[in-house]
């Protein structure tokens, strides 16, 4: 089974600034897919970037990038020029690659963000 | 941009009442999900839908649990008789695939209560 380890309970960050969640996980896979969401106090459940492990190049979206490293299993999200708009829960995510049937997303326990003024 | 509807966006429920929480996934999607999430934890998965029958289901996906698709657009978990531990948001979610090559869509959540 997988499982994903968010060790950041909470966090904070001035605006503008740059912040980095960590994540780390643990499979015997080595086909899968790895995800940042985000759940603003509204608790909808948002993509914030998506990350295949057979690709070595990180993903960027926006000011969202993050840092992954396969060996290490670490799939860490850097947030650039935070706003305040950012404020919210992060959970880190995991999928195995399957073909044909559905897959499931096993979560991390999450890290809840506050961007300040 | 096509959404996950999720129905009703709050639910107060005695205990040891049937409960129906009611989706309707994008319409060119096949694959549905379920998610639970207590209050203050992680979102944990439920139950996967496919082709008119379930792919597969946790260990909480127990016997007071079950799912339906009983037209071409409603998505339903039934809770047989709810128990104070079902409260939480439960998450509807639908995908094109199985896999997350064209998305992987969640819907806003239904907030239930138990009393």
């Known amino acids: 089974a997988q499982t994903v380890t968010q060790s950041q309970p909470e966090m904070s960050v001035q605006e503008a600034e740059t912040v980095t969640l960590s994540c780390t996980y643990d499979t015997s896979e080595n086909n899968y897919y790895l995800f940042w969401y985000k759940q603003p106090p509204s608790r909808q459940m948002i993509l914030v970037i998506r990350q295949e492990a057979y690709k070595q190049q990180n993903a960027t979206e926006n000011r969202f990038s993050v840092n992954f490293q396969k060996a290490a299993k670490s799939f860490s999200l850097k947030i650039s020029d935070s706003q305040l708009g950012d404020t919210a829960m992060y959970f880190c995510a995991f999928m195995k690659h399957l073909t044909g049937t559905a897959s499931k997303l096993t979560f991390g326990t999450g890290t809840r963000l506050q961007v300040t003024l | 941009e096509p959404e996950v509807t999720q129905t009703p966006s709050h639910q107060v429920t005695q205990m040891g009442q049937e409960v129906i929480l009611r989706c309707v996934p994008i319409s060119n999607h096949l694959y549905f999900y379920w998610y639970r999430q207590i209050l203050g934890q992680k979102v944990e998965f439920l139950v996967s839908?496919?082709?008119?029958?379930?792919?597969?289901k946790s260990e909480i996906f127990d016997d007071q649990f079950s799912v339906e698709r009983p037209d071409g657009s409603n998505f339903t978990l039934k809770i047989r008789s709810t128990k104070l531990e079902d409260s939480a948001m439960y998450f509807c979610?639908?995908?094109?695939?199985?896999?997350?090559?064209?998305?992987?869509?969640f819907g806003s959540g239904t907030r239930l209560t138990v009393v």
């Open positions: 979610a639908s995908s094109p695939d199985g896999t997350y090559n064209y998305g992987y869509t």
């Open positions: 839908f496919y082709n008119n029958e379930i792919s597969e």
